[in-house]
């Protein structure tokens, strides 16, 4: 499902009812929704054009349909993204589809494609282009973790609303 037939249909990616431009995710935290980078008008509901916003959805779902699992943690400096599955075949799957989505997204982040990206991910996009962002996706024995981190405190905030993750305190 693409963004604009989402949007024209309700969030399809997210169960909402046909006819409604708002999805599920307004009432969802990240640890039982979406675990990772969602932007501004997912964690408000609101179904948008998006290329990085979308495949971070659909691989989401295709990693829940395998049976994985996914765990946002905060860190310090940003926030790691747990994907886990439990049987060989399940991790060696969940670790292909998030090496996919990562081209995909560094493809978009960069330039390099067409995509379509929403303001939030824009914003990221310039933070990882001026090198205040870093992603790193890296395969563990049980799934994939991802890091999402930077120095600057402004994008680690960013980080933080974008992942669902309280601001630690100073």
């Known amino acids: 499902m693409t963004a604009s037939s989402a949007k024209s249909s309700g969030c399809g990616a997210h169960g909402a009812s046909a006819g409604y431009d708002h999805c599920g995710m307004k009432t969802t935290s990240a640890s039982t929704a979406v675990a990772g980078l969602r932007c501004t008008e997912h964690q408000n509901g609101v179904a948008h054009e998006c290329a990085a916003c979308e495949d971070w959805l659909e691989m989401d779902k295709d990693a829940r349909a395998i049976g994985a699992r996914s765990q946002v943690v905060a860190l310090k ?36 494609s067409d995509a379509k990206l929403c303001e939030d991910c824009k914003q990221i996009r310039g933070a990882i282009a001026s090198g205040k962002l870093n992603r790193e996706v890296v395969n563990v024995e049980r799934g994939v973790m991802a890091l999402v981190t930077s120095n600057d405190h402004a994008v680690v905030q960013r980080i933080r609303n974008m992942t669902g993750q309280p601001i630690a305190m100073r």
Request: charged share 15%.
């Open 77 to 112: 400096n940003g926030a790691m993204i747990v994907f886990t599955a439990d049987t060989p075949a399940q991790v060696k799957q969940l670790q292909a589809m998030v090496a996919k989505r990562n081209e995909r997204m560094t493809a978009a982040y960069s330039g390099a």
